[in-house]
């Protein structure tokens, strides 16, 4: 749906305003309801036994005890699912697992029980025997030849010889010649980067509530980004047809990418069913970090030429992400967003996907770009440094614009790397002076946002309200954004108008709530389906007004006769429209169906200054200045908001947040004390800069803005920290030893 | 196993309840009482999102037992709003977009209440060091702080 065109920029009334959010009085007064927060008559508690093996067959699982116990309505293990479709092995494998335990946490059987305390003793009595396996949790450990193997035969032919079955595929982007760029070269950095696994730190748990009828009919509840993908998922695992089972999304506490599969929802459902109550089970938060999907640890290798007026002649990177116990890490994004942002003429890129003894990877922000970026802008950054060169104008010099031919293919249209690149050129951070031991740092992000399908069905009422009904979680005050988006282009005010987000019976596929994609996909199929309405309620006036039904326009929240007929009537406003549709034909709707194309990349420039304590490493954020561009900021404050809170994820990432394996493969900081996700005291104000390149494929010129912010924080806290401490930092999280042991390191040498 | 009975008052009404020994008071709230505006999302009292006041004092409700509420003067969440007009600080969050998905928000809101009794005039750094225990995942905190300094303002402004 191409850019509404004209020869003056439109003017909007309500998008680009900051009105308050419909959900806001419900989450602030404890009234919303997210995925715990729900009962039903009769329900029984659902919870999970997990392995506390790294890596272990399953020999035999008797669950004789636990079903004999007073107050158990259900147990289950694997073998009560049977045999499921191919598409979703994978996932009812990480569910429930099969003949073996693949990490630390993965579940192995569950009961639905009277109460928590049943539950919890039921799950005591559960035996379980297990032939304990080596097990591998680094990624290049993982690679190697004699590396114990989780999954046999299930390499893909693209991997070359000499590796381990852990590698189960290799990726390769780019063109050129690498060799001659090199050549070119007045100088060449050759690093190897290393980033630890993260996990998206949602505070809100999974949680469900699963109600099946011996008849086969189900509703379920659940925190999740995509009810839809529930709904299909698990009916393919349960063998249901997808429209007996009625996915309702709750209210989300975060997801961030996590909550883009399904985790409990099948074994729920599958507990109900034989035990014909209603089941509800809620993760714990040892649970959400055992057993849901972290990030990929990531090892990279880069090398880039540069010539000493900072022209980059050839990149290349070799990126290794483990994504867990089963393949589908997303090393094929890093290996594509890696020189996304560069305008290179020599360029390669090649990915593998590695499984280890840990959980499943999951989808984040962004997923797999941001260690890519990471590892491509310290190689730049030290480039730039080393020929003394401006970091800015080295990117400015090589940036990605409009005609560019991507790294991964694609030619970019219109993009908004360059214009973000200039506002942090011009803006006042960039020449504040720096104390000591302190340094900045800058990196550039890219992501390519996505669209998908996508249903809006938009009703006016008998009164001349509207409501929307869509059908993507909101998961930040997306609500708001199609409300506006729906009053702007129907010329009514945004009170009223109401958008909910409909369950799975009510409306077509649609695509999770991921790719930075609802603003972009939904905002654009709302737009559509309110200019259907329209169309319906010109047609209705033309009827009233006995002229033709192309004779009339839609201006301001009113049908008026257009062209010869001019003036000849009273414009019939909405509410007057909507007020005898019962006898002009009936009630008026608008719905749009689509797989929506057109989703304009992404760029941003993250700027960031750093503070190093000599003495101890402890690095401390002193300033951050966010430069994106929104395509159109439909609502600026959660614009905002998505730029702020992706940066601090990064500088979790960054400085924080990390999985730690002991030697036995198991988790060591399964909770929010030891997995230290930034709070409030250690950061300063976030500030942003909003740029708006209109976005060629949206008829607002909306982009994504949600998962660009989280891809140059790494780097560009790398950035400032080695310009703080005078020491190259190459490994994630640059926790405070890290740093000292550098700084020593450094002085040592 | 025989239920303990708990007299206390929460959000000033008073209140009776069974629980088991090891019932924290958030469960007690959520399972037994139905308010389920405090969030588990530790239960290790790590993020702050089951906050709640107890005589008074700030505490995570997934660390106190339920039976402890004997003869207490509890106040959560779902106290703040007085009717349909909502505390200050609940308007100001809803106006400066301090929330984005809200599941850190009671608590949140519950803290920052707190500090701005004890402390009408907090600095940011003031504000950021009382919120450090209260873990948000979606702002990057930057609004949250905003908001609780101007509407600590505010309520200068108007006394």
């Not at chain 1, 949790?137 to 693209?158: F, I, N, T, W, Y």
């Not at chain 1, 660009?708 to 806290?717: G, K, Q």
Request: proline share 5%; charged share 20%.
């Amino acid at each position: 749906m191409a850019l509404d065109s004209s020869d003056k920029p439109r003017t909007f009334k309500v998008v680009g305003t900051r009105p308050l959010r419909p959900d806001g009085i419900d989450k602030v007064t404890g009234r919303a309801r997210f995925g715990a927060d729900i009962v039903a008559p009769g329900m029984l508690v659902g919870r999970v036994l997990r392995s506390p093996h790294a890596h272990a067959r399953i020999v035999k699982i008797d669950t004789s005890k636990a079903r004999a116990l007073s107050g158990v309505k259900a147990v289950v293990t694997r073998a009560d699912f049977g045999a499921v479709p191919d598409s979703v092995a994978d996932v009812i494998d990480n569910c429930m697992a099969g003949d073996k335990a693949l990490y630390d946490g993965h579940a192995v059987a569950a009961v639905a029980a009277s109460s928590a305390a049943v539950a919890r003793k039921a799950l005591r009595l559960i035996e379980v025997e297990y032939e304990v396996l080596a097990h591998v949790s680094d990624v290049d450990a993982a690679m190697k030849p004699d590396a114990p193997v989780l999954h046999r035969g299930r390499q893909e032919e693209s991997v070359p010889e000499g590796y381990s079955q852990n590698v189960m595929s290799r990726v390769e982007f780019g063109h050129g010649d690498i060799d001659k760029g090199l050549a070119e070269a007045d100088r060449v950095v050759e690093r190897t980067y290393r980033t630890g696994a993260t996990h998206q730190g949602y505070i809100e748990p999974h949680a469900c509530l699963a109600t099946m009828g011996p008849d086969g009919q189900a509703d379920l509840w659940c925190c999740t980004q995509g009810h839809y993908m529930v709904r299909n998922t698990c009916a393919a695992i349960l063998g249901m047809e997808q429209g007996q089972l009625r996915v309702t999304a709750s209210e989300i506490g975060g997801g961030f990418g996590g909550k883009t599969t399904v985790f409990l929802e099948p074994v729920a459902l599958l507990l109900s069913k034989l035990s014909g109550r209603p089941v509800k089970m809620v993760m714990s938060r040892s649970e959400v970090l055992r057993a849901t999907g972290p990030t990929s640890s990531s090892s990279i290798d880069v090398k880039i030429g540069m010539t000493k007026d900072g022209r980059i002649t050839a990149g290349f990177a070799q990126l290794r992400y483990q994504g867990g116990a089963y393949p589908g890490s997303p090393v094929d994004m890093g290996s594509m967003s890696a020189f996304a942002p560069y305008d290179l003429e020599n360029v390669k890129t090649v990915g593998f996907d590695v499984v280890t003894n840990r959980p499943k990877a999951a989808a984040y922000r962004a997923p797999g770009a941001p260690m890519a970026a990471f590892a491509v802008e310290s190689a730049v950054d030290e480039l730039a440094k080393g020929f003394g060169l401006d970091p800015l104008e080295v990117r400015l010099k090589n940036a990605a614009r409009e005609g560019t031919v991507a790294s991964y293919g694609p030619t970019f249209p219109a993009i908004g790397l360059e214009a973000t690149l200039e506002a942090a050129r011009a803006h006042p951070h960039w020449t504040a002076p720096l104390g000591e031991n302190q340094g900045r740092g800058v990196a550039c992000g890219f992501w390519f946002n996505f669209g998908g399908d996508t249903c809006v069905t938009l009703n006016v009422t008998p009164d001349g309200t509207v409501t929307v009904s869509e059908g993507n979680p909101d998961i930040g005050g997306s609500r708001a954004s199609m409300t506006m988006m729906a009053a702007e282009e129907l010329g009514i005010p945004y009170t009223q108008v109401r958008t909910i987000i409909a369950d799975t019976g009510s409306l077509g596929q649609n695509e999770v709530t991921d790719g930075s994609r609802v603003t972009f996909a939904v905002g654009l199929a709302t737009i559509e389906a309110a200019r259907n309405a329209k169309r319906e309620m010109c047609k209705r006036a033309a009827m009233v007004w006995g002229i033709d039904e192309e004779a009339v326009e839609w201006v301001d929240g009113a049908a008026r006769p257009a062209g010869p007929n001019a003036g000849k009537h009273d414009p019939m406003t909405l509410k007057e429209i909507a007020a005898i549709a019962s006898n002009t034909g009936g009630p008026i709707a608008g719905h749009y169906e689509v797989n929506a194309e057109g989703a304009g990349v992404s760029f941003g420039t993250h700027m960031v200054d750093v503070e190093v304590d000599p003495d101890t490493g402890a690095p401390k954020i002193l300033r951050y200045t966010v430069f994106q561009d929104a395509g159109k900021a439909v609502h600026p404050a959660y614009v905002e908001g998505q730029f702020q809170g992706g940066a601090v994820q990064g500088i979790g990432w960054a400085l924080n947040e990390e999985y730690i394996y002991g030697e036995d493969g198991v988790l060591q900081n399964a909770g929010f004390l030891d997995y230290r996700i930034p709070v409030a005291s250690d950061l300063p104000m976030i500030d942003t800069v909003i740029l708006e390149i209109a976005n060629p494929g949206h008829p607002y010129g909306v982009r994504g803005v949600g998962e660009t912010p989280i891809v140059p924080p790494l780097a560009a806290i790398a950035n400032a920290v080695s310009a703080a401490a005078g020491v190259r930092m190459t490994d994630l999280p640059m926790s405070p030893p890290r740093i000292l042991a550098a700084i020593q390191g450094q002085k040592g040498g | 196993m025989s239920q303990i009975h708990v007299t206390t008052s929460i959000n000033g009404d008073a209140t009776e309840f069974l629980c088991e020994a090891e019932d924290t008071l958030l469960d007690v709230l959520r399972d037994r009482l139905g308010m389920t505006g405090s969030k588990e999302g530790c239960g290790t009292g790590d993020c702050g999102a089951c906050s709640v006041t107890v005589d008074g004092r700030l505490v995570c409700s997934c660390l106190m037992l339920g039976a402890e509420a004997e003869g207490r003067e509890v106040t959560t969440i779902e106290g703040m709003a007085t009717g349909d007009q909502l505390h200050p600080l609940q308007q100001k969050f809803i106006e400066m977009a301090a929330l984005q998905c809200g599941i850190c928000t009671p608590g949140i809101l519950v803290a920052a209440k707190s500090l701005l009794e004890k402390n009408p005039d907090p600095t940011e750094e003031e504000v950021r060091y009382w919120l450090a225990g209260n873990l948000c995942r979606c702002t990057g905190y930057d609004k949250i702080i905003r908001a609780v300094m101007e509407t600590a303002a505010d309520l200068r402004r108007a006394s």
